[in-house]
């Protein structure tokens, strides 16, 4: 695998595109505040690849941090664009993946990317899976409050997925877990799934974080998400991820 240097010209050649996907707060006529932005590579033989498809080649090699830094760029460009369309309440969920948590240069990237498009730091949010959370977390939860302190936010996605610690969710400085698609795909076949997802919301609740659910495609899953006392939630239901030219379209603009 050449991934360093297949990465470097896609890039150059702009194959990879960022899709936004609203987070939907579930207060009666809560407006669109959140998007959360999803990677693509348009590839120039293979077609439009998804993340999952190209990720763990480039996270071998470390690729997967020079990738991250250009989504971190392109989302705060993206952001200022908005911005100046009128959309003035707006944060986004950038994923990273572990080697992104792990190397020494992330919170320098993230403050180069809001300097350079003057984002304010609380319109950014992190999204880092519970698993990779877990695999070092004194190392992680240092390095989220360090982001922290300067404004940037954190969600702990995948959840329910990586072995948990009620202490580490207890001090890790996130203000939201994201309950992952696989139990949201079961709720309403399996009573056992909504039980824990209730458990889930409650022990989220407790520790004053917020609860989304994600991957939600029918009613029935969004009306059990609702029930089970998750704060938020996401899927195809309520959109698919849209282009950056389509996200002031979402919202009430002022102008
Ligand atoms: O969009 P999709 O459902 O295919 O995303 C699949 C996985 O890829 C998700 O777990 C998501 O966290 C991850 N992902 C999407 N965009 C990015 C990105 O920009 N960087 C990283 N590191 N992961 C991403
Ligand atoms: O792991 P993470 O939560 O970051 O991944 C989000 C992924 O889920 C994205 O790749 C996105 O394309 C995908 N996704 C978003 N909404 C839905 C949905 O309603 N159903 C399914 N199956 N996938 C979804
Ligand atoms: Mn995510
Ligand atoms: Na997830």
């Keep these: 695998l050449q991934a360093e240097s297949e990465l470097r010209e896609a890039l150059r050649s702009e194959q990879f595109t960022i899709r936004y996907q609203p987070i939907i707060a579930l207060e009666q006529d809560a407006p669109i505040e959140h998007v959360e932005a999803l990677v693509r590579w348009e590839h120039p033989r293979r077609g439009l690849l998804l993340p999952e498809e190209f990720l763990p080649m480039l996270a ?8 991250g830094r250009w989504v971190l760029d392109t989302v705060c460009r993206a952001r200022a664009r908005w911005r100046a369309e009128g959309v003035t309440r707006m944060s986004v969920s950038v994923n990273l993946s572990a080697r992104e948590l792990w190397s020494p ?13 003057e984002v304010p730091p609380h319109e950014l949010v992190l999204e880092v899976a519970e698993g990779t959370v877990m695999a070092d977390p004194a190392t992680a939860t240092r390095t989220m409050a360090e982001l922290r302190e300067v404004g940037v936010r954190w969600m702990v996605d995948d959840f329910g997925t990586g072995q948990s610690s009620l202490e580490v969710l207890r001090t890790v400085p996130a203000e939201a877990i994201k309950v992952d698609h696989s139990f949201v795909r079961s709720l309403g076949e399996d009573p056992r799934t909504a039980a824990l997802v209730r458990i889930m919301a409650q022990t989220g609740r407790a520790l004053g974080l917020g609860i989304v659910g994600e991957g939600v495609e029918t009613a029935a899953q969004a009306k059990a998400l609702a029930q089970a006392g998750c704060t938020a939630v996401q899927g195809w239901l309520y959109s698919r991820a849209v282009p950056d030219s389509e996200v002031p379209g979402l919202v009430p603009t002022r102008s």
């Design 60 to 67: 071998e090699d470390g690729a997967v941090v020079q990738l």
């Design 105 to 117: 240069s992330l919170l320098t990237s993230v403050l180069q990317a809001l300097d350079r498009h």
